[in-house]
């Protein structure tokens, strides 16, 4: 036998700094190398002007190209693909609330949301897309280069092709992958629904299409403080850049022992089960409701896309009662920025528990809930002053399944203690950590991604 | 605002190669600082004359405990606990063998499979257990501290208590984590079945009970190379070591990259169906037997276990149909060792896709099935010369629910070229990269799990 002690040298020198580098280089050029902040906001505006939707709401029993199945009430498109409204039946024994039945999503292919960089004068830039979507209040909002499902891409809606998809779908010498990663998405709205997060790096020349633009990371951070501008295709794709920063691992071995210890205490069953076997919901020709009023609706809408190109559809889609507030509590521990997480159980997850923001709720559903299932740290973050209020920006969830989804996005910095033993759900986890987490599936929920996204752009606003 | 950069400053010192510095002298220390492996010897052989079990076979049909679902045909025991042998109803799209139905072990529980270990002369021993399970053809095997279901410890069937449970169940100060991970085990006999997988180091004193004992690291791996001695369920918990050699990250980046892709190329759909919906599959009232005759049988067996407590009972068992191969082609690149990884579907995985070992197969199976189903490098690794035989092993798998599952282990240094254009599914993958991979769920299989333990074994062997 050969000696094995030499199989196991260290291996050769890394790139990984490298990269980190050039993204706070690229973070912290404010105004980008292609296009100024201020000629952005124009070509942005005039996107919008040339890049419409007028969407009105239909009944559900009248959307065309849909039908609702005989036998499970189930909605369906005629084609079978794109997503299906499905009931789902949850039941949490140790949970505030341990049982109920709801409707869901189902959407079980895997799209691509990629954004592409490149570099223009050695900064990288991201190709950003000026893109409608109907559930969108504002129209037009920042994407990522790419925004596909599979029925998208391999056009099952005989629409023409998605610009930029090869960059994402074929390798070759001239792109390398920054990032690639499938992320679940909302829990309570979609049954394991996962997209493929994708940052590609390419070094050839690339054609700029209409609605397309080059920005610095710097300026995409500085856009996260706009008002409903960034979309959450964009946000988490963002957050899953790999930061610089490589976590203590011996406290990564804690972190994910504790995560294993959550997933491991939660009994979780969420069985897919017909819509018309869904309780507490009250079902008309023209829309689906919870009897409270609360939660959310699922409602039809007949879309009119315009721009280059004139689309029609009707689809159906969810729509929140209410505004949401994703609060995340953070503090510096040895210099570090720290979040609290909340390790969180929602019906839809393919594993359990996502580390979750602090807070996230829609405050009014819960004078229907029991008191057990209020949200602690609630008053911690809508109670703090200027001063402690790191951001706080009104966002949007994703416009292509989603009415008018809005929530509150608020960092809060605070001095509270947060002593284990009572709140064994919760940990302070620091930046580094979660990009560490980031390189994997099922980590970190997309409200999260969102809000990680929203702190990393804290690093370029150090003097506002 | 407050100057948010100060935030994102570097991490505290690391203790993380002070545990992989450890473990290295634990591995280095070929004969222990408690019992010298002759001694182990007698012990063990002692053990096995007082611990035995007579299993014998007994129609499905009479299982005392167990009863067949009126309308699904299950075999579910009448607690509604331990586990249940249901149907799976699996398609595969763009596979050899695109769909077919089978019977599989539906275990929801997460049990328990833990190692202790202890500083004895300032090297760390594991605290191994001589334990005997109906499934094993040789009655007792070296198994983790604890090894326990849910319904083991929480004392369905009545039992005693499960000895140094609380160690991996409670925290205190004179505890820590080394390891805890869930990890998968063999899907295709199992529907997403995950046991965690836990290390816990302890400074205080333990008392050493019948049927256990300490050994270091060295004497554990030397035992790896003994037959069928290292039960499964210590090898899984084996590999999940912090052992040297934190991987280089830009790599580690494309083989995430390269794992998402796979895992987003493979569409899997397996359903739970009743057992009695299964096709292809011949059940009497004795067993339930494949209509080739290949693959597994599930049998019935009533168990009589003998040692300080004589316990009784009956249960169903997978009685796989001849022995496997799970082979590994290995290679040093810039002398650090590789494996060949296998980027396999299995319909039971959770998450579509897990690395295996380069072949994973009983060769006999592959008389009924399409040619393009049979595994590449195979002739590769059973056409190897003893030179060029790293590792090679006959060991059983989890005798708890599998009846004489026997495989041969086998490691195999190669030269070959693998191009990843002709096998997209196959990678060179290096034993760090494997034990960054160990810290997650869902990244390497069962068999592969066994053959690293095996593999990191080699290292203390070197002058064999």
Chains 1, 2 share one sequence.
Not at 212 to 217: A, G, H, I, Q
Not at 332 to 361: F, N, S
Not at 455 to 460: F, K, N, V
Request: glycine share 8%; proline share 6%; hydrophobic share 40%.
């Amino acid at each position: 036998m050969t000696d094995a002690t030499t199989m196991l040298a260290p291996p050769p020198v890394d790139d990984e700094p490298a990269i980190a580098e050039r993204i706070a280089k690229s973070v912290s050029c404010a105004d980008g190398k292609v296009l100024g902040l201020d000629e952005f906001h124009r070509w942005f505006a005039a996107c919008a002007e040339r890049n419409y939707t007028a969407v009105e709401r239909v009944p559900l029993d009248e959307l065309t190209g849909w039908a609702t199945h005989p036998v499970t009430g189930n909605i369906v498109h005629d084609s079978g693909k794109f997503f299906t409204v499905e009931g789902l039946d949850v039941r949490l024994p140790d949970a505030a609330v341990p049982s109920w039945t709801q409707p869901i999503i189902n959407q079980p292919e895997i799209g691509i949301l990629g954004i592409l960089v490149k570099e223009f004068d050695g900064v990288l830039h991201c190709l950003m897309q000026a893109k409608v979507e109907p559930g969108n209040r504002n129209g037009v909002q920042l994407s990522p280069t790419v925004q596909a499902t599979r029925s998208n891409y391999t056009r099952v809606h005989q629409g023409k092709p998605v610009p930029y998809l090869e960059y994402f779908r074929d390798r070759s010498d001239d792109r390398r992958v920054v990032a690639d990663v499938r992320q679940s998405e909302q829990g309570s709205w979609f049954h394991h629904k996962r997209n493929r997060n994708m940052i590609i790096e390419v070094s050839s020349e690339v054609e700029v299409l209409d609605g397309f633009c080059w920005l610095s990371l710097g300026q995409v951070h500085a856009l996260l403080h706009e008002e409903d501008v960034v979309n959450m295709d964009a946000r988490t794709v963002l957050s899953c850049l790999p930061f610089a920063g490589a976590p203590d691992s011996s406290r990564m071995r804690d972190l994910l022992a504790w995560i294993t210890e959550a997933r491991t205490r939660n009994d979780v069953y969420a069985d897919r089960i017909p819509l018309n076997e869904v309780t507490g919901w009250q079902r008309d020709g023209t829309s689906i409701r919870h009897e409270s009023g609360k939660f959310f609706n699922v409602i039809g809408v007949d879309v009119r896309a315009g721009g280059r190109e004139v689309r029609r559809w009707c689809q159906p889609m969810i729509e929140p009662i209410g505004i949401g507030v994703v609060g995340m509590l953070v503090k510096r521990i040895d210099g570090v920025l720290h979040c609290l997480m909340h390790a969180r159980v929602e019906p839809g997850y393919v594993d359990v528990v996502e580390l979750a923001p602090t807070v996230q709720c829609t405050p009014e559903n819960y004078t229907v809930l029991p008191a057990a299932a209020h949200p602690p740290f609630l008053g911690e973050i809508l109670g703090a002053g200027p001063a402690r209020i790191k951001y706080d920006n009104l966002l949007s969830e994703e416009g292509g399944r989603f009415h008018h989804a809005l929530n509150r996005y608020v960092a809060v910095e605070t001095g509270i203690d947060v002593p284990p033993e009572q709140f064994q759900e919760y940990r302070w986890v620091s930046l580094p950590q979660l990009t560490d987490l980031l390189r994997h599936s099922h980590y970190v929920n997309i409200q999260a991604r969102s809000i990680v996204a929203c702190l990393h752009s804290l690093q370029g606003t150090a003097n506002r």
